[in-house]
């Protein structure tokens, strides 16, 4: 089952985070029908953003992440809310590349190693936080890592991996996190990197072990401080109300004449795939309403 473990470990020093989201990948390619290229890319920055929201303290905090660059898959976007509830789609949600093998996908060409990596985080101040940093091998791994460093200002080690299998699945899902606190001594660091060496096939390492054992198996023996896990999932909080909008936007003219044409309007929501039908009604009713508004 997908949980989000972490700890505080040598006299709180560390901060160590295990995350598995395979079911959570696997939701996503269920409700998109992601290639295996897209899956990949998407299921790690669903990961990611599971992750970033399970440590917002507020519960009407949000963030987005938004993964820009040239490569086939176009943008990735993902939107998440406090307590690991996320939801994304991807551009080009059907594009593939020869795979790398061993369930893995070619993502440097997919994504690229030209754009960025924009996190938005809406922590209900006047201003939102946007940090933002150029992507440094396209993998989504070092990508994410340099964010943490660079534009939180974590230094951050991340082993991160999507596995999908032949059938398309995800077969496996997360990453380990480890982040040393300002003024962590050398000689726990050497320690640290020593550990986080171990963990580059963590997909496979999740196959058998679930986040918590991760923790305990290489970490427990230390000073150690486990918090609550969390359960990430993917959540779509689309409504009619808010997909109404986009007849808003369409324009008067634009949205008679596509009325004229189809009988009605079908709006789709990229992120869970849900279609909303708007009739020739529901579209006098939505611009009485705002022409009410304005
Ligand atoms: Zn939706």
Known sequence: MDSIAKALVFDGQVKVVAFKTTDLVNEAIDLHGLSPLAAEALGKVLTMAAYMSGELKGEKEKLSVHVQDKGVLGSIIVAADSGAKVRGYVEHKDATLPPLGNGKQDLFKGIGNEGFITVIKDLGLKDPYVGKTELVRGNLEEDFAWYFTRSEGSPTALALEVLIGEDGKCTSAGGVLVQPMPGCPDHILVVVEDIVSG????????????????????????????????????????????????????????????????????????????????????????????????
Request: charge should be neutral; hydrophobic fraction near 30%.
């Open 199 to 294: 963990f580059a096939n963590i997909g496979e390492i999740l196959k058998s072990k679930e986040p918590s054992d991760i923790l305990k198996d290489y970490f427990g023996h230390f000073e150690i401080e486990y918090f609550p896990e969390t359960k990430p999932c993917y959540r779509c909080k689309c409504s009619r109300e808010q997909m109404s909008n986009a007849v808003i936007t369409l324009g008067r003219g634009d949205s008679v004449n596509l009325l004229m044409e189809r009988g009605e309007i079908e709006v789709l929501c990229h992120f869970c795939g849900k279609k909303y039908i708007f009739t020739k009604q529901d579209v006098i009713d939505i611009w009485r309403k705002y022409d009410h508004k304005v």
